[in-house]
């Protein structure tokens, strides 16, 4: 998937079609429970026309630059809705049986994104990670166009123009009532999942040859919170695809690239630490983790950790590419089984803010709705599925690649479910590579990309034949604003936490008092929104420099002494404080800023965070809070100063508090606490 106070509705919507180009050119998009048995096994309408849309597959095949052979076909899928599929067939020599891959592309996207008609494609991304590499060693290739999207025909002049698919009927001009089957329901389980079996398994009785025990998916973004889905799918069952009449298919292999596992907590963070640990019957959730911060706990819907603060820019720039590109659906039954999805709605009450909650933690009823919907089918973290399948002696390899400086999905995305599955079984094959890639702020440099797809390509390998229970590790790469890192940079370690081995603590030391509109005047808030900041390239194409006074007048602002040696900070970090709500209002929020000061005195942008107070039961009214940074992997040259930055409006990165309902907070004994690559214990005030 690649992210306001409103006056009125259709201000707001106005707002987010603004936003549509914004999101295209920064590459933001270009860069949960098992199924239901029920679903799994009862036949469908398209049953019946099975054989004749394996057919169809087929059927209409031909020739494009590259030497690749493409088929194109419209065909229905499991509940009638029609898709746009594409299949790549292996290049001549490759042998046989053949694996099948899965490419799924990103939000507001088509089919056409990871195909390709040589191996180097974009350079980057999709480098030796495209149709024609995957053919080129022996891969029938599936691609089609997500339900409720239409296809505006190949963007890159590396795509093949393969004949472009029937678009969603209710699209303008001259469009009608969307059906259901038609609408956009943002990956679940029982929607988008399904449909992505159903054409594996009609692609696998279109073409004999297929390995049916030997199947991969990878996408990105959008495509990367379904690949980790469709690795809990296999998890959960014998039979990845399994539809009565098709082969039934084992899914070995996913690799998910800036991906979600917990969507709510993706796109509304709320900053409290996470953990495998259960939640205590009638008591708030108390993970520990930094690493794997999210709603709640695994085998939960979500339930323990408070709602969080909206990721403004990106929600309203998704709804309003969803809307430009495709259709939401807005509540109708549908297939899914966790009840209506009215995704404007939804959006509308987030848009309304606080409170989420009322004393003793209890959710307003949409808030809950949303709250069990993202996770339980639109999320790998919550899915049961990865106890069954430890249970069963199933583990489906994981590959997933996350980036420091992506401000949609996190790094945090991927470390929660490494975390989570090592807990299950030290040896489960889940590896993890991080680096300045993704959504905006990413830079996603050639060379990282490159270097990443080739180990993503060697673990793929190695586990197609059937996922194999190992150790494995988590590796970084450096952001670095000039110049690019390469393979001679990237470090790995058993944990994402061990990825280093001591502290930097910078000692502020101080006390503030932060009004619920504190930071609303600061100019560094959209100097370094993903989306819509301004870039000053002092330093590098996406290093965001600090744009305005260093200190602004309602917020907190404090700058440590020089360093007295370099410091390579990785991990994610926490900005902390002593803290009290005066009065205790029903929320607060801390949202930090972390920079390099440069000696000349410019400030380079790090990483940042935000943490959402909920005095409904969740937080206590005084405490010691720590807000979780976004991390980075990044070397503070010695003599370079760290700046923090305290604030409760960080707009319009974050959508600010509302004031009726905020707490005042009173902060003492600040300080930022940063895990560095040096093994020693530091500490500058």
Sequence with gaps: MSARCRPAATALRTRR??????????????????????????????????APAADALSANCAPYPGGTRVCSAEVASFDGSPLDVDVTLPMAGTGSPHPLIVLLHGFGNNKHEWESTSDAADGTDKYH?????????????????????????????????????????????????CPPSGTIRVKNKDVEIRDTQWLAALTAQAFPDINRDQVAVSGGSYGGGESWLQAAEQAARPNWADFPGLP???????????????????????????????????????GTDLYSSAQG???????????????????????????????????????????????????????????????????????????????????????????????AGREPAVYSISGW?????????????????????PRWPVAVAVGDLGHSRAQNPPAVWQAVNAQAWAFL???????????????????????????????SAPTPASLARGQLTLDYNDSAVLAPTAGASDPNGPGTDALLGGTIPTTGPNCRTSSGPVTPADGYTAVSGPLPAPQTFVGIGYAQADYAALPALPTAVLAARVWDVKPDGTAVLVSRGVYRFDFNGYD????????????????????DRVRLDLVQVDQPTYRAPTPAVTSTLQLSATRLVLPVRENSETTVP
């Design 129 to 177: 990670w495209n149709s024609h590499w995957f053919a080129e060693h022996g891969y029938y290739v599936l691609t089609y166009t997500s339900r409720g999207f239409k296809d505006n025909g190949p963007t890159a002049s590396h795509q093949p123009a393969t004949p472009v698919g029937t678009a969603p009927n209710c699209l303008p001009p001259g469009g009608s009532a």
């Design 405 to 425: 400086t992506d401000d949609l999905f996190p790094a945090v995305e991927s470390f929660r479910m490494f975390n989570y599955l090592k807990s299950l079984d």
């Design 297 to 391: 706990a695994p085998d939960t819907l979500g339930v323990g950790n408070p709602f969080g603060v909206s990721k403004l820019s990106y929600i309203n720039g998704l709804y309003a590419l969803g809307t430009t590109n495709g259709v939401f659906d807005e509540g109708s039954p549908g297939p899914q089984t966790n009840g209506p999805e009215p995704f404007t709605a939804w959006l509308d009450r987030v848009t309304a803010g606080e409170p989420y909650s009322a004393p003793g933690r209890v959710d307003d009823p949409i808030v809950a709705q949303m709250r069990t919907s993202f996770s339980g089918w639109h999320s790998a973290y919550y899915q049961p599925g990865w106890r069954l399948g430890l249970a």
């Design 17 to 50: 079609t603004a936003l549509v180009p914004v999101l295209v050119a920064a590459g933001g998009l270009v860069a949960a429970g098992t199924a239901s048995p029920a679903l799994a096994n009862t036949p469908r309408p398209a049953l019946a026309a099975a």
């Design 248 to 286: 039934q298919l084992h899914l070995q292999v996913a690799v998910p690239k800036y991906p979600w596992t917990d969507l709510a907590y993706s796109l509304v963070p709320n900053g409290h630490p996470g953990g495998p640990s259960a939640n205590p019957a009638g008591q708030p959730y108390r």
């Design 620 to 639: 206590a009214a005084t405490g010691t809070v720590r807000v979780p940074l976004y991390g980075n992997h990044w070397a503070f040259p010695q003599g």
């Design 461 to 491: 390998q190695n586990q197609i034949a059937g996922s194999d229970p190992q150790r494995t590790s988590v590796s970084s790469f450096p952001t670095l604003c000039v110049g690019s890192a390469t393979v001679a940079d990237e470090i």
